[in-house]
């Protein structure tokens, strides 16, 4: 009988262990067309929820960040992720079962975001953008969140440490624009969210929250900017006001090795 018992075990976990290897099916994407009838996972309210959407037939499948789409994509539930380059990178980097396809598409430029009308905060970020890309604080930025050897070193904050504050809203799943390091929301995006403020003469209050709600708080005035890499795109304009843009990405796919 305990013969029986064991080899019945053995069937099942065999059986249940094929059925985990089924899920994971092969798929081969050479170019967008490829993600016709897949399974894609995004982050929601991205560009690359949109793109999907609108370009694909594809099952289209949201998530709070592209790091959990990524431990569905693992787990076989999802056949591939869309998602900007950069956090893309930082995924596969924690998952040496995941690589990045050699496809890029939907080339896009990251801006700040102001509630409709508030041109004087508008005008004051323009110029700090464009201060810090004239006198070489944008570039050092650049080498400290994108470093070709990959050690990140945090700057200093240099916005005022009293007085009125600025409150900045972003979404901390966005390596290496905004993501936690301890308790701590850090990023090139807050960053240089703190030379706004300086240059604004207040001190910043970041403020995190999911993506897909940041645009609903600005309106609201919970927030008075968003600095999120966020991108410039007719629906969004239609509803905040954007500054000049300071970085361009493009999406990529994301599928098991």
Same mark, same amino acid.
Do not use: H
């Given at each position: &009988?305990?013969?029986?018992?064991?080899?019945? &075990?053995? #069937?099942?976990?065999?059986?249940?262990?094929?059925?985990?290897?089924?899920?994971?099916?092969?798929?081969?994407?050479?170019? /967008?067309?490829?993600?016709?009838?897949?399974? #894609?996972?995004?982050?929601?309210?991205?560009?690359?929820?949109?793109?999907?959407? $609108?370009?694909? @037939?594809?099952?289209?499948?949201?998530? *709070?960040?592209?790091?959990?789409?990524?431990?569905?994509?693992?787990?076989?539930?999802?056949?591939?992720?869309?998602?900007?380059?950069?956090?893309?990178?930082?995924?596969?980097?924690?998952?040496?079962?995941?690589? #990045?396809?050699?496809?890029?598409? /939907?080339? $896009?430029?990251?801006?700040?975001?102001? *509630?409709?009308?508030?041109? $004087?905060?508008?005008?004051?970020?323009?110029? /700090?953008?464009?201060? &810090?890309?004239?006198?070489?604080?944008?570039?050092?930025?650049?080498?400290?969140?994108?470093?070709? @050897?990959?050690?990140?070193? #945090?700057?200093?904050?240099?916005?005022?440490?009293?007085?009125?504050?600025?409150?900045?809203? /972003?979404?901390?799943a966005f390596w290496p624009f905004e993501y936690t390091e301890g308790n701590e929301v850090v990023g090139f995006d807050i960053t240089m969210s703190q030379y706004i403020a300086k240059g604004y003469g207040k001190q910043l209050e970041v403020v995190n929250m999911e993506f897909d709600s940041l645009i609903a708080a600005l309106q609201?005035?919970?927030?008075?900017?968003?600095?999120?890499?966020?991108?410039?795109?007719?629906?969004?304009?239609? $509803?905040?006001?954007?500054?000049?843009?300071?970085?361009?990405?493009?999406?990529?796919?994301?599928?098991?090795?």
């Amino acid at each position: &009988m305990e013969k029986i018992t064991a080899l019945f &075990m053995a #069937i099942v976990l065999c059986a249940l262990s094929f059925a985990g290897c089924a899920q994971k099916k092969q798929v081969t994407i050479n170019s /967008t067309e490829d993600l016709n009838g897949l399974k #894609i996972g995004v982050q929601s309210g991205t560009t690359g929820q949109t793109w999907c959407e $609108e370009n694909t @037939d594809s099952e289209v499948i949201t998530f *709070k960040s592209g790091m959990d789409a990524a431990l569905d994509l693992k787990n076989g539930a999802i056949d591939a992720v869309v998602i900007d380059e950069l956090p893309a990178q930082r995924i596969v980097e924690q998952n040496d079962d995941l690589k #990045i396809l050699d496809l890029r598409f /939907t080339k $896009e430029e990251y801006a700040i975001a102001v *509630k409709k009308g508030n041109t $004087e905060l508008l005008d004051s970020i323009n110029k /700090t953008i464009a201060d &810090m890309k004239a006198n070489g604080d944008y570039d050092k930025l650049t080498s400290a969140f994108m470093p070709a @050897d990959g050690n990140i070193v #945090i700057p200093e904050n240099v916005a005022p440490t009293s007085g009125e504050t600025l409150k900045m809203g /972003t979404n901390a799943a966005f390596w290496p624009f905004e993501y936690t390091e301890g308790n701590e929301v850090v990023g090139f995006d807050i960053t240089m969210s703190q030379y706004i403020a300086k240059g604004y003469g207040k001190q910043l209050e970041v403020v995190n929250m999911e993506f897909d709600s940041l645009i609903a708080a600005l309106q609201a005035g919970s927030i008075d900017f968003i600095a999120a890499g966020m991108s410039i795109t007719p629906d969004r304009q239609e $509803e905040v006001d954007f500054s000049d843009p300071y970085y361009s990405s493009e999406q990529v796919v994301i599928v098991r090795k």
